[in-house]
């Protein structure tokens, strides 16, 4: 409080005599001295109340109330504000200010007071009605209502920027709604207004495309908008010219954009797929090449790569296409995407007859991987289709044996001889030794892989001996071995048509399952982790067998899984975690209690599952095939089909397949483990990733008992360096030849297949162990890395370097311990080693194992 003066003195001694009139007197003579002391004014709005005077102690109030809010003293100023409520209605300015005084300390009294006051002024003040929206707008900013009304009120006001941002708001909020209809027409009201900002202009863009309004983002952006640097604007019209189908306008576009990001080189290859599939595939082929020179240009080799990847997937691409896919992947040394093209040339080839570049094809994907399979049957398919040197040429190097014309010419001469005379002479019914003849003609020219020789003699032995086959047993095993047809079979019986048919479809299904999970089986063994292993099974298994879902899991009964994997086709949903964990547990609880797979054709009318129902309700299953893993008697896991939308019947042959490739996905776990087992216990060189010689023999004896269960090969190979000149070594020359072999043992190891083993066997020799490999499959594996050592040797070395490549195979007797075969085939590459270093061999051996004596 001030400092008394004399009013104030005698206005106290005025009170304690209870002269009330006469003291406010004094005071009001005193606060015209000091109006700042508000501890005066105070007092005298209380004598007012005593006074019964409420309106001048209401001014008081109010005084005090404005006095503390320019302070911004919000406690003592709400303290005088809520003293003002009790005698009636506050004015709208001192509402909004108590609001502005509360926002940050107490926001929903603020609201309250806003919305008093715009209670109050609407209609008839709307320059305070716009400051109570504002003050609205800044707590609730999520609310379309008070954006809405502010941008009407500024627009009476002639506020047209408050108006646009108003506008611009509410868009903004209707398009986080998802509503882009009403999302675009409050932006166009903002776009309308004059002075409206360049990022109104973009989000009425982005609305548009959203609310698929195509044409309008293109005369929104405006016709300039194609020489814009900005990258946004350029994407926005790149997405409009190609949903309006302006495909060369958005290609240019499009081109732009690539220069700073690589994310359009996805729309510009679905622009490229768009011309080719309209038949313009030189214009196509245009466009994908300028994606691949502007990606060169900005070094994006990752990009170009993921580029060769995709365009080696597109199933139907014209010829010049998948050639020039082909070329890329050469240059970037891609295998995966090379051989997928090349395999697609090779079809395009023979179906044009152009069975000399199918060769070529097939040539380099030999080169590639000469374990697939599918070389083999190419190059049955070229059989006598090409020149039979080089024919044999690919043979050889697949390792197949191939006899000469000379050789086949003698195995025929004796049965040809035997049958002239009775080809000629001979009835049909008189035509025993005719018959036998032909058969065994037949059964030569199959045995050589002469398929349309063999189709001639069949042909004819079906002309001679009509329905020779229902008669005699060989004749209709020969047919089978061949799948020869007889065309008298169809022509016989009109009326049973169907069945022939049907007969001949169950064969087809049978080769087809046993294609599957060949197919499968071979991409399994090739996984180095047991999460590679699962993810394969679920992707080839949910694809090849056309599944909605497809799930595997690790578990045992009674407990969740410790690994699950999805595979859902297209449009499908992928499963919540929780459920599918709680669903494999109760299927596998299902299959154990029954003791076999768990085949549903309908869930809605199989009781076993009544209490899963409402999880395979929510997952929209309606029939599903289960098969349990199983390591020896003991459940490990489950294998689940699921089929959604629509029933499906599962034929045996799916359900047989199934069951065997449930077998090889726990083999392949299996082995898996043990094999990072061995890897985890035989420590490897840190430097080159080579196993220590120690970890040799256990892991050669691990894949011996490997191969043995799966009937496969095994072979092992030791590569010894040695000085091509022979001459004494002296210190300096050996520690560069190690350094030698140290730098191609880092460089080899990348070169190995997942499932190969190599481990240091000595100062200057390697040792691979090539599980699954035959002796002529490993030799090609050899020969490629021969090419690693083929550099000049270091300064220092004293001349290049020679490598001699010894090859093993293990030999096969199932009466041999696996000890006494590891220890045979070890002996005999150590005793080639040795006679290699007395040579400085320089050649690859493949060292034929000794006869077996019972």
């Known amino acids: 409080m001030s400092v008394p003066n004399k009013h104030i003195e005698k206005a106290e001694r005025l009170l304690h005599k209870g002269k009330l009139d006469a003291a406010l007197e004094e005071y009001l003579q005193a606060w015209k001295e000091n109006p700042a002391d508000t501890d005066l004014v105070q007092t005298v709005a209380e004598l007012y ?32 504000f809520r003293r003002m409520q009790r005698f009636g ?8 200010r108590c609001a502005q005084l509360l926002e940050k300390p107490k926001p929903n009294e603020a609201i309250e007071h806003y919305r008093l006051a715009l209670d109050a002024v609407v209609g008839q003040n709307p320059e305070l009605a716009l400051q109570c929206l504002h003050g609205l707008a800044n707590l609730q900013p999520s609310s379309v209502e008070i954006q809405a009304r502010m941008a009407s009120v500024a627009l009476k006001l002639g506020k047209p920027a408050q108006a646009t941002l108003a506008y611009h708001k509410v868009g903004l909020l209707r398009m986080a709604e998802g509503r882009f209809g009403e999302a675009v027409e409050a932006l166009e009201e903002a776009f309308r207004l004059q002075g409206a900002p360049t990022t109104v202009r973009l989000d009425l863009a982005r609305c548009c495309i959203k609310a698929g309004r195509f044409a309008r ?10 020489s814009s640097k900005d990258p946004e604007v350029l994407e926005l019209l790149g997405q409009a010219y190609l949903a309006e189908k302006q495909f060369e306008k958005a290609e240019g576009v499009y081109q732009k954009v690539l220069e700073d990001t690589p994310a359009a080189v996805e729309p510009l290859l679905s622009i490229a797929m768009e011309y080719i599939s309209r038949g313009s595939v030189p ?24 580029l060769a990847e995709k365009l080696s997937r597109f199933e139907d691409s014209p010829l010049p296409v998948v050639e020039y896919v082909a070329r890329l992947s050469d240059r970037l040394h891609r295998d995966s995407p090379l051989a997928r093209s090349l395999n697609r040339l090779f079809d395009l080839y023979c179906d044009a007859g152009e069975f000399a570049k199918a060769a070529d094809a097939l040539e380099q994907l030999i080169a590639i991987d000469i374990y697939a399979p599918e070389c083999a049957d190419k190059l049955q398919r070229l059989e006598g289709k090409m020149d039979r040197a080089l024919w044999r040429e690919l043979a050889s190097r697949m390792g197949k044996y191939v006899p000469t014309d000379d050789l086949m010419d003698a195995h025929l001469e004796t049965a040809q001889g035997e049958t002239q005379g009775g080809e000629q002479a ?23 892989k ?13 002309k001679l001996f009509p329905r020779e086959d229902e008669r005699n047993e060989d004749v209709r095993l020969l047919f089978e071995r061949a799948h020869f047809k007889p065309a008298y079979a169809a022509a016989a019986a009109p009326v049973v048509s169907s069945a022939p048919s049907a007969r001949s479809a169950e064969p087809e299904d049978i080769r087809s399952q046993l294609g599957r999970v060949s197919e499968v089986s071979r991409d399994l063994s090739r996984q180095s982790t047991v999460k590679g292993v699962l993810s394969t099974a679920v992707n080839d298994v949910g694809r090849l067998w056309q599944a909605s879902r497809c799930v595997v899991g690790l ?28 669903l494999l547990m109760g299927l596998q609880q299902i299959a154990v209690g029954q003791g076999s797979s768990l085949i549903v054709e309908n869930i809605a009318k199989s009781p076993a599952l009544s209490a899963l129902q409402p999880s395979l309700k929510t997952l929209q299953v309606e029939s599903l095939a289960a098969v349990l893993l199983r390591e020896g008697d003991q459940p490990i896991g489950l294998l689940v089909l699921e089929q959604c939308g629509s029933p499906r019947a599962w034929r045996p042959n799916e359900l047989a397949g199934l069951e065997a490739l449930a077998d090889q996905v726990v083999l392949s776990v299996t082995n898996v483990r043990l094999r990072n ?13 080579l196993l220590h010689r120690e970890s040799y023999i256990p892991c050669l004896l691990s894949e011996a008992e490997r191969m043995r269960a799966q009937k496969a090969a095994l072979t092992g190979a030791l590569l010894h360096f040695s000085r091509a000149n022979q001459e004494p070594a002296d210190a300096k020359r050996q520690r560069v030849m190690e350094e030698f072999v140290q730098n191609f043992s880092s460089a080899f190891v990348g070169h190995l297949r997942q499932n190969d083993i190599a481990a240091r066997y000595g100062p200057r020799t390697l040792a691979l162990i090539l599980p699954g490999a035959t002796g002529k499959e490993a030799v090609v594996v050899v020969e490629k890395l021969r090419k690693l050592a083929m550099a000049p040797a270091p300064a220092g070395a004293g001349g290049l370097f020679h490598m001699a490549a010894l090859i093993g195979e293990a030999v096969q007797e199932r009466e041999m311990e696996n000890v006494d075969v590891v220890t045979e085939l070890i002996n005999r590459l150590d005793k080639a080693v040795d006679a290699a270093e007395r040579t400085a061999d320089n050649s690859t051996r493949l060292l034929v194992p000794p006869t077996i004596r019972p």
């Open 283 to 306: 214009q196509g082929l245009r466009t994908i090449k300028g994606i691949e020179q502007q990606l060169l240009i900005s070094r994006q080799e990752r990009v170009l790569e993921e």
């Open 217 to 226: 983002v293109i005369s929104v952006l405006g016709e300039g908008a194609d």
């Open 49 to 80: 109340l005593r006074l019964n005077k409420i309106q001048e102690s209401r001014k008081c109030f109010a005084y005090l109330f404005d006095a503390y809010a320019e302070q911004n003293d919000y406690s003592k100023a709400l303290e005088f």
């Open 555 to 582: 578990l045992t009964p009674n407990r969740p899984p410790s690994m699950a994997l999805e595979y859902i086709s297209p449009g499908v949903q992928p499963s919540d975690p929780m459920l599918l964990g709680k």
């Open 677 to 689: 087992l061995m890897k985890t216990l035989a420590v490897t060189d840190e430097h080159s990733g």
């Open 89 to 96: 209605p506050v004015e709208p300015a001192r509402l909004i």
């Open 426 to 448: 001979s009835k049909p019914e008189e035509g025993g030794s005719n018959l036998r003849d032909l058969i065994l003609q037949a059964e030569i020219f199959l045995q050589y």
């Open 450 to 462: 002469l398929d349309d020789k063999a189709r001639e003699r069949l042909q004819r032995i079906a």
